[in-house]
């Protein structure tokens, strides 16, 4: 019934910006935590960022911290990563997941989008 469609990515350069943004439909809006996660070619998935839906409470991976923010918009049902100064290791398809469980940031995701490329080059 949870569906999460994520849009936004892109072909950009290094240095420059990018925001990223997943929607969701089906009863989502009781969702504990959103996140993003990344995975590149050949590479597992990675934790990228976090976010409690009532609250608002983040976290980031520490390669990220300083660079990407990650909000919500309650009324529109959508999470949103935005990804400054980017550099080519970024490059990697963006998923975004929802959490109805509980409050762990890292685990516990059972929703996940079909993700988006985003590709940075140097």
């Known amino acids: 019934q949870v569906q999460l469609v994520e849009s936004g990515g892109g072909l950009v350069q290094a240095g420059d910006s990018l925001r990223l943004s997943c929607a969701a439909s089906?009863?989502?809006?009781?969702?504990?935590?959103m996140g993003w996660f990344r995975q590149a070619p050949g590479k597992e998935r990675e934790f990228v960022a976090a976010?409690?839906?009532?609250?608002?409470?983040?976290t980031y991976a520490d390669s990220e911290k300083g660079r990407f923010t990650i909000s919500r918009d309650i009324a529109k049902n959508t999470v949103y990563l935005q990804m400054n100064s980017l550099k080519p290791e970024d490059t990697a398809v963006y998923y975004c997941a929802a959490n109805k469980r509980s409050f762990n940031y890292f685990a516990d995701y059972d929703y996940w989008g079909q993700g988006t490329q985003v590709t940075v080059s140097s």
């Open positions: 976010i409690r839906w009532s609250g608002g409470s983040t």
């Open positions: 089906g009863g989502t809006f009781s969702a504990l935590v």
